[in-house]
């Protein structure tokens, strides 16, 4: 599977954008989707999953009610908009695909799209 992530960007604080990651290779349909970011010097954290038929999403704590993943799976994509963005919400995010164990932790996810940065202004 490969993944290619893009829509960040440079936005003010209080503002929204749109991340989109399309996939190609084997069935996108399938696979738990999710998003992770990394901010420099910090360690890669869980943003968001999404689970294949849509029926379950997974938020970590500092961007529940603010962040929303979606996925369109006659697409192969999935979105992550993002709104009420803050300067906290700096990093670069990176989609991710199957994974094997807790969402949460980076190395249970078997793919990895490339990162698209976000930078939150105030």
């Known amino acids: 599977v490969q993944l290619q992530a893009s829509g960040g960007g440079l936005v003010q604080a209080g503002g929204s954008l749109r991340l989109s990651c399309v996939a190609s290779?084997?069935?996108?349909?399938?696979?738990?989707m999710g998003w992770f970011r990394q901010a420099p010097g910090k360690e890669r954290e869980f943003v968001a999953a999404?689970?294949?038929?849509?029926?379950?999403?997974y938020y970590s704590d500092s961007v529940k009610g603010r962040f929303t993943i979606s996925r369109d799976n006659a697409k192969n994509t999935v979105y992550l908009e993002m709104n009420s963005l803050e300067r906290e919400d700096t990093a670069a995010y990176y989609c991710?695909?199957?994974?094997?164990?807790?969402?949460?932790?980076?190395?249970?996810?078997?793919?990895w799209g490339q990162g698209t940065q976000v930078t939150v202004s105030s």
């Open positions: 991710a695909a199957d994974p094997r164990g807790s969402y949460y932790a980076p190395g249970s996810w078997q793919y």
């Open positions: 290779g084997r069935t996108f349909s399938i696979y738990v």
């Open positions: 999404i689970s294949w038929s849509n029926d379950y999403t």
